[in-house]
């Protein structure tokens, strides 16, 4: 039997999400881009997949080559992002069980922000590229939980953070960029090209279509 000091025992649980792909079923960051940027930036996507340059440089380059405001660019996405089912009944889910829930992404603040408002979800902890609007374009600039300016390793430096906080972090994510901290979370749940990398790697995690499917993987953890 287990002592009552065990018994005593709460495990803390995260859920680290990514949000592009993840929480929305296609990047907005991209949509953007497609209307707005240089031809370039597609060049500049391929060398930051291929492993060329960090996404921190990425998105510094092709957002540079954007030239109109906040506004205009969310007006542009306003009526095409779709959020993956289940998301409300995930964030009813963690409340109910008092699981935090942050977003860690490689996207903009000021869209995923105003995104979450929309949505009536603006009360969720983001933590993503810091931006500003000037003449030189859009300055997308990362730091890292200690405040310090980043180009590469974010979302790894927050699943870091976490973990040092006593956190069990449950991993939510989509892309390749999610590789790194999906390999150092408690638990994985994977779609997309982060499913076939762990797949490919033979490593553990469990697949989702949608936030219903998270839902039923968490209810599987102990608590």
Not at 173 to 188: K, L, M, T
């Given at each position: 039997m287990l002592g009552k000091e065990a018994r005593d025992i709460v495990v803390k649980i995260l859920l680290q999400s990514d949000f592009d792909g993840t929480i929305t079923e296609k990047d907005v960051s991209f949509m953007m881009l497609d209307t707005f940027a240089s031809n370039n930036w597609r060049q500049w996507l391929k060398e930051y997949k291929d492993g060329k340059i960090s996404v921190g440089r990425f998105n510094t380059q092709a957002f540079s080559t954007v030239r109109v405001g906040r506004e205009t660019l969310l007006d542009s996405v306003k009526d095409k992002v779709r959020i993956r089912p289940g998301f409300h009944s995930l964030l009813a889910?963690?409340?109910?069980?008092?699981?935090?829930?942050?977003?860690?992404?490689?996207?903009?603040?000021?869209?995923?922000?105003?995104?979450?408002?929309?949505?009536?979800?603006?009360?969720?902890?983001?933590?993503?590229?810091?931006?500003?609007?000037?003449?030189?374009?859009?300055?997308?600039?990362?730091?890292?939980?200690?405040?310090?300016?980043?180009?590469?390793?974010?979302?790894?430096?927050?699943?870091?953070?976490?973990?040092?906080?006593?956190?069990?972090?449950?991993?939510?994510?989509?892309?390749?960029?999610?590789?790194?901290?999906?390999?150092?979370?408690?638990?994985?749940?994977?779609?997309?090209?982060?499913?076939?990398?762990?797949?490919?790697?033979?490593?553990?995690?469990?697949?989702?279509?949608?936030?219903?499917?998270?839902i039923k993987g968490l209810a599987t953890l102990p608590q």
């Open positions: 889910y963690c409340r109910q069980h008092n699981f935090r829930l942050v977003i860690v992404s490689n996207g903009l603040d000021f869209y995923i922000q105003r995104i979450l408002k929309d949505i009536g979800a603006s009360d969720i902890e983001v933590f993503a590229a810091a931006t500003r609007f000037g003449a030189d374009g859009v300055q997308a600039r990362y730091f890292s939980p200690e405040g310090e300016e980043i180009e590469a390793g974010f979302k790894e430096a927050y699943l870091r953070s976490f973990q040092k906080r006593g956190y069990q972090v449950v991993y939510v994510g989509n892309g390749i960029s999610d590789a790194p901290p999906a390999e150092r979370a408690y638990r994985v749940f994977a779609t997309g090209d982060l499913q076939n990398y762990l797949s490919q790697k033979r490593l553990s995690y469990i697949p989702f279509t949608d936030f219903n499917d998270v």
